[in-house]
């Protein structure tokens, strides 16, 4: 199935489609060389701890040394001062938040003004889909791609970006087709392919070769291990490193073709607390990255 631009009737791409296009040109693809990419923290890592005690574990977590953090679903609930207290918290401890994770009703029309509010007041320019909901069919998929695309209009003005984060769903073929490639196609390029490496993985992808397809579309890859078998270290509860995830050329990839601008360890759980296991992960970080 291919999304092509809007042709006129003699077969030319029409004015307003070469406008359209020429916003959604690629950004750069290479990560310039020599510069130190940002780890942080998708803090659904540590979830129990921080409904808890968000601020808190917050600090917790810079004190490790994570110098991102991405908030995900119950964020949308703050309040706009509540938002500013967050970004007081973030500036205080010289750490941030780049990007955040959302429902689908969130990029609806009446739901897209509050998501901006907040992520502006936290400092966020990155606006990422985390739950599509359950399209049947890839036209179910075109259609989430669709509100993307809507919403990226919404938000390139204000030097925000619109995203999407993948599950296994979105690297299983669907009707012959991996629904991932469906809204890669139906979407703009400066629209961010927030890649769940893990999940990828799992199913049997190759993230590499989908880095490499979608040149400039990476600017953040979620670094979720998984690892065949069963256990208490096994699936998702492996830690960082310790799994099958080809994470040095992930890295190559991601940094050479993807524009990646920073990365997020992202944990489902382990044997471990979810505070040290984090931190068990960022030393594994180091580790590899040394």
């Not at 921080?50 to 994570?66: E, H, P, S």
């Not at 959302?102 to 003004?113: I, R």
């Not at 919404?154 to 809204?183: C, D, S, W």
Request: with cysteine; glycine share 10%.
């Amino acid at each position: 199935m291919c999304y092509g631009l809007g042709m006129t009737s003699h077969g030319s791409i029409s004015r307003r489609s070469f406008l359209a296009a020429a916003a959604a040109a690629p950004l750069a693809s290479a990560t310039p060389q020599g510069s130190r990419i940002p780890i942080g923290l998708e803090l659904y890592s540590v979830r129990g701890e921080l409904t808890k005690d968000l601020m808190g574990t917050v600090r917790a977590v810079a004190k490790m040394g994570y110098e991102v953090v991405e908030f995900y679903g119950p964020y949308y609930s703050w309040t706009a001062d509540y938002a500013k207290d967050v970004r007081k918290l973030l500036d205080d401890l010289g750490i941030r938040c780049n990007s955040t994770h959302n429902d689908a009703g969130n990029f609806a029309p009446e739901g897209l003004p509050k998501a901006i509010e907040l992520n502006q007041a936290i400092g966020s320019k990155h606006i990422v889909m985390a739950s599509a909901g359950n399209p049947k069919s890839l036209d179910g998929w075109k259609a989430v791609g669709e509100r993307l695309a809507q919403a990226a209009e919404k938000l390139r003005p204000l030097g925000m970006r619109a995203g999407y984060h993948n599950h296994q769903t979105e690297f299983t073929p669907l009707e012959g087709t991996r629904p991932i490639e469906v809204i890669a196609a139906s979407t703009p390029k400066d629209v961010i392919l927030q890649l769940d490496v893990g999940t990828c993985v799992e199913v049997g992808s190759d993230p590499v070769a989908w880095i490499n397809a979608n040149p400039g579309r990476f600017n953040c890859i979620h670094c979720k291990e998984w690892a065949a078998g069963t256990g208490p270290d096994k699936g998702y509860r492996s830690l960082f490193a310790e799994g099958d995830a080809p994470w040095k050329k992930v890295f190559e990839a991601a940094e050479s073709k993807g524009g990646v601008e920073y990365y997020l360890i992202e944990q489902e759980g382990s044997r471990f607390p979810a505070l040290e296991t984090a931190e068990r992960c960022l030393a594994n970080w180091k580790k590899l990255r040394a």
